[in-house]
């Protein structure tokens, strides 16, 4: 692992990190000791002498299997705007490739831009970035950086820049055709993420604008022969690495992989075989069960064969997992070996040789958008053969690797499809679309898309976008729907911010967008925590999980910050979870500061306020809401028949008095419908707030006659009428003498 002190970066400064060997042997030095200041060789990017450990790193550079590419690769970008390299996991192309962009910009002496390169995952690219930067000889932070989602870490002297590829994306609202950038380095493509995909198919009209850009493709093989096609004859480079991997094909019943699994982990651990163990399961849940039960059998193990560290790593976690070569070697005398489970694809771990086996349960579960019901659902297939050979190649550069397949040969070749399914033909598209309508405005409207969305998700998010006022009636961005697009959130979720504006809660409402933005910051309950469980429950908002949240985070900052890991650790609270909500929020009032929105000091306690905040929550959620049919917990939806219930982090979980009408954060159709972060509401709220053509195109049901009535209790003539009979019941009371007499009666 990258050592070096804590990464810690304010946004728009630089990291003042550069790392430099902690000492000088004499071998770092001439016969002399000293070397002459005219003999140092100085480092074109920064103009200083470099360091012994630039030529350290440079000899296990060299070493890489893309090393050998790298004179074929700078004459190709020379001579081509478009560069395909397709490369096996751990051949060192996401940290060489755009090393050797650099250099071509330096040549050129960056007249044209500098280089960026983009990363699916936001972990990938603050490693790469901290990678690139040591071998580079640089400062963090200055000549190379990174850009994140809510953390900058680059200056104006940043020349080789990694981030998400979503970041990229919302450059292009403000600069369009990326100027700033000379090379443009996509890669992870064969991850098909949204953002890739959509980059992919802009870039083409970019680089007709603007013929001195490059545009650099990193990917997996298999994915060649489609981008040729789509960008036609380019140049392409293959880098293979050198040793073999011994497969072994293991039939497990897909009910069964997980015994499986955990037989392998300790059939291998007792074999004694040095290494580490990579084990590749479907989804976090299962990585949680694994984690349990290889701890609880692990503690009986015979010390002699040496310590099981079992390091669970959820997709959000991808990073640096292993030591390199001379820090395994410096291991204390009791022989550790790490078993790390995660259900990531294969090609976003970036870990070490030390890594000797691999098992492949062979499956993923994936979470797949169904356009007519608005809600996602988890499917448990079959991973790509593109996905099962990036695992294999976790063991490339090892010569005595194994992988254990849990699924035979057979079903690798005819029930695997050769290449993974584009998230754009299984994600809702509400924000894409909201993009794309942003992007026409710049000129740029037109995508041409290496695979097609599927129309009836495009035209469910113009549906959306049209219930949420976003577009007008000639279906162009409306004034909410530009504001909307500022916002790096759920179109619904930036609606509920524009709400706040006019119901005076918009502090409360960005604290809300930014804890349910966050990751969870609840972590499990074990056993016996019962001063923990108080201490939510003493937290526990009566109106919801929302306000419930503003507890939290209200909480969270009145703690001192030199008492705020003690805090969580004791209330089992996630610091890095809540203090990435702190940094959402501060770009999220920024934002609202930057386009003027009005903001007034929070007013959260009081019952006008609380009424405010779930008007705004329903402005943006109303296409959310759920109803307790019968009184115990099953909430149907409105939208469609869907039954679920409440998720157990819930406030109102296990409460013998639950809400009846709810407007809820997210639902997944899975073995456990949960709805989750949920506040009660009002069936009049809901009608005050959702617009009549998005009431009257609901489905049939209870609840819809439910809220017909409430419509029908206010309408004018309803009104009319209950004030007629109130001023007639009025004269009567006055004049009770000639109640009985005839009245004229409005016909």
Not at 129 to 145: Q, S, T, Y
Not at 327 to 343: A, F, G, I, N, P
Not at 361 to 381: D, F, M, N, T, W
Not at 627 to 654: E, I, W
């Amino acid at each position: 692992m990258i050592q070096g002190g804590d990464m810690d970066c304010c946004p728009g400064a630089p990291c003042e990190k550069r790392y430099f060997p902690d000492s000088l042997d004499s071998s770092d030095t001439d016969d002399e000791g000293i070397l002459a200041c005219e003999d140092l060789e100085l480092n074109p990017f920064d103009g200083l002498p470099y360091s012994s450990r630039y030529y350290k790193l440079l000899k296990e550079r060299e070493d890489l299997s893309v090393w050998k590419e790298k004179y074929p690769f700078m004459e190709s970008l020379l001579q081509s705007q478009i560069v395909i390299v397709a490369g096996e996991a751990k051949c060192g192309k996401s940290s060489q490739v755009p090393q050797w962009c650099a250099e071509y910009c330096l040549s050129t002496r960056y007249q044209h831009g500098g280089v960026v390169c983009t990363q699916v995952h936001k972990q990938t690219a603050v490693q790469l970035a901290l990678r690139v930067a040591d071998e580079m000889d640089v400062i963090l932070g200055h000549e190379v950086g990174y850009i994140v989602p809510f953390e900058n870490c680059c200056s104006s002297e940043t020349i080789l820049r990694y981030c998400t590829d979503e970041i990229l994306q919302r450059e292009m609202m403000s600069i369009p055709f990326l100027g700033c950038y000379g090379v443009i380095v996509l890669d992870d493509v064969h991850e098909r993420s949204i953002s890739t995909d959509v980059l992919l198919g802009l870039l083409k009209d970019v680089l007709l604008a603007r013929p001195e850009l490059k545009l650099v493709i990193i990917t997996s093989p298999p994915l060649v022969g489609k981008l040729i096609a789509y960008y036609g004859n380019v140049p392409h480079i293959e880098v293979r690495n050198m040793f073999p991997v011994e497969v072994v094909h293991l039939c497990a019943a897909p009910k069964d992989h997980l015994v499986s699994v955990i037989q392998l982990i300790f059939e291998i651990h007792h074999t004694g075989e040095k290494g580490d163990i990579v084990a590749f399961l479907a989804c976090e849940q299962e990585i949680e069960k694994v984690h349990e039960i290889v701890c609880q059998e692990g503690s009986n193990l015979n010390p002699d064969l040496g310590e099981l560290i079992v390091v669970p790593l959820y997709p959000k976690e991808k990073c640096l997992l292993f030591k390199p070569n001379e820090d395994t070697e410096k291991r204390s005398q009791v022989y550790q070996r790490k078993v790390v489970l995660t259900s990531s694809p294969g090609e976003s771990l970036l870990c070490a040789n030390s890594v000797r086996f691999v098992i492949d349960a062979g499956l993923e579960r994936r979470k797949v958008y169904r356009p007519r019901i608005r809600a996602s659902s988890l499917v448990l297939q079959p991973i790509s053969r593109s996905q099962a050979n990036i695992r294999k190649q976790i063991l490339g550069t090892s010569s005595s690797g194994k992988l254990f397949r849990l699924y035979s040969e057979e079903f690798f070749c005819r029930d695997m499809k050769p290449l993974k399914a584009p998230e754009l033909q299984e994600a809702n598209l509400m924000s894409l679309v909201l993009f794309l309508k942003r992007i026409d405005i710049a000129g740029l409207g037109h995508c041409d898309f290496l695979s097609r969305p599927a129309p009836e998700s495009l035209m469910q998010a113009l549906e959306d976008l049209d219930y949420l006022a976003a577009l007008d009636n000639d279906g162009n961005l409306s004034e909410f729907g530009i504001i909307m697009s500022e916002f790096p959130l759920d179109p619904k979720l930036s609606k509920a911010i524009l709400a706040s504006c006019e119901f005076d809660c918009v502090d409360e409402m960005l604290t809300i967008a930014a804890m349910v933005t966050a990751p969870n910051c609840f972590l499990p309950l074990p056993p016996g925590a019962e001063e923990a469980w108080q201490w939510r429950m003493d937290l526990s908002h009566p109106e919801g999980d929302h306000l419930t949240l503003l507890n939290m985070y209200k909480a969270y900052q009145e703690t001192g910050e030199n008492c705020v890991e003690k805090w969580c650790a004791e209330r089992f609270l996630s610091s890095s979870a809540l203090r990435t909500a702190d940094s959402i929020r501060e770009e999220l009032l920024d934002i609202v500061r930057r386009i003027e929105l009005p903001y007034t000091e929070p007013a959260f306690g009081s019952k006008e306020n609380t009424l405010n905040i779930k008007k705004a929550l329903v402005a943006g959620y109303f296409m959310q809401i759920a109803r307790d049919v019968d009184g115990s917990g099953n909430y149907l939806m409105l939208t469609h028949k869907q039954v679920a219930q409440l998720h157990p982090l819930s406030c109102y979980y296990n409460m013998k008095k639950i809400p009846e009408w709810v407007v809820f954060h997210t639902f997944s159709i899975s073995e456990n419908n949960y709805i989750q972060i949920i506040s009660e509401i009002t069936p009049e709220l809901f009608m005050q707030l959702a617009p009549p053509y998005y009431f009257s195109n609901l489905p049939p049901s209870e609840s819809k006659d439910i809220l017909q009535q409430v419509i029908n209790h206010f309408s004018p003539i309803s009104t009319m009428k209950k004030e007629l009979k109130s001023s007639k019941e009025k004269i009567c009371e006055e004049c009770p003498e000639t109640s009985a007499e005839p009245r004229c009666v409005i016909q």
